[in-house]
C-alpha cells in the first residue's frame, strides 16, 4: 500500500534521503522534510518545477468543482480560465486595512474575470467568512472531489487547515510555511461529508521570494494587518526599499505604500547612486492605478506619474487598477 506525506502529499519512501518522501520509518505520517519544517523551522528546497506542477493541474477533472485561492496581497487569476466550475477565494483579508469593504474587493474581481460561480473573501487566521466559504463550497460540489489550487504564498494550505480544525475532529495538519513549493503533491482530506484535494502551490518564475534568503523571506511577510505609509515625492528625491529596490518618481506626487510593517523605506536624493547599477524598470502610471512588485508589495498611485524602478532582481513589476 502506497503512504503520502500528510503534510506535502509526497509518496513516503525509506530509500533515498535525498529524495522527495524520505522517512527514516514508513509507518511515520509524515516526511523527513516536513517534520524538520513544522518542528524545528527548517527549510529544504527541493527540485521540482512549475511543469511538475501543471500536469497536476492539468489531471484534474473537467466537472469537478475548484476552489481558486489568491491573496488580496498578491492577486492573481492567471489559471482562472482553465476551469469550468471556479469559486475564487480572497484570502488574506486581516492583512488589508480594517475600513476595505468585502464588497468593493468582489467587484474588483468581478471587473477582471466573469468564469467564476461566485467569490467569497476570507481570513483563515481569523476564521473570517469560513462558514460561508465552506457553505458555498457544499452548494456547488454536486457531491464531486473538490480541488483547492492557486499560486505559492496564496494561503492554500492555512485555509485549509483552519477548515480542518474548525469543521472537522481531526487531528492533522498540512504542512504550511512562507517558503515555495511546500505542497509537493495532491493530498486528499475529508471536511465532514467533503471531500477536498490540496495541490501544490504554482509558482511564479519572477516572484521576489525566488531572489531571497530563507531570513529575508521571513522578514517581507507579512504578519500583522498593513499600515499604509504615505510619501509626497519631489523630483530631487527617491525611495529606497531595505536596500532591495530603488523607486524614482518623475513628478511631483503622492504615493502610498502596502507593504509590510518591519520594513525600512528611507528617502534619498535623486543624486545619490544607491542601487542606479541595477536593473531599471521604466513605467508610466495612469491615474488611480497600483504598481504591484510579486510578493513584496503594492503602491497607490493618484494622479499620472513617470517612475524609474531599480532592481538587482528580475522581477514582476506590473500596473492594475487600484484595489484599495
Partial sequence: MIKKCIGCGSILQEQDINKVGY???INNPLCERCFKLKYYGEYQSVNLNNSDYKKIIDSIPENSLVVYITSLLNINLDYVDR?????????KKDLLPKSTK???????????????LDIEVVSAVKNYNLDNLLNKIKKYSNNKEIYFVGMTNSGKSTLINSLIKNYTEDNIEITTSIYPSTTLDKITIDLGNVKIID??????????????????????????????RSYQISKEASLIIENMLRIDIHNKDNIVIY??????????????????????????????KDIVI??????KCQNNINIDIYS???????TRDNLI
Fill in 259 to 288: 507593504i509590510a510593517n518591519n520594513l525600512n523605506i528611507t528617502k534619498i536624493g535623486k543624486d545619490n547612486k544607491k542601487l542606479i547599477e541595477s536593473k531599471k524598470y521604466s513605467l508610466k502610471i495612469e491615474k488611480n
Fill in 199 to 228: 495541490t501544490p502551490g504554482l509558482l511564479s518564475e519572477k516572484s521576489i521570494l525566488n531572489y531571497l534568503s530563507l531570513k529575508e523571506i521571513k522578514k517581507i511577510t507579512p504578519k500583522k494587518e498593513l499600515k499604509p
Fill in 23 to 25: 522517512t527514516s520509518n
Fill in 312 to 318: 538587482f532582481y528580475d522581477v514582476n513589476i506590473y
Fill in 102 to 116: 468585502d464588497y468593493k474587493l468582489i467587484d474588483y474581481i468581478k471587473k477582471h474575470t466573469n468564469n467564476y
Fill in 83 to 91: 476551469f469550468k466550475n471556479v469559486l475564487i477565494v480572497l484570502t
Fill in 294 to 299: 510579486e510578493d513584496l508589495c503594492f503602491i
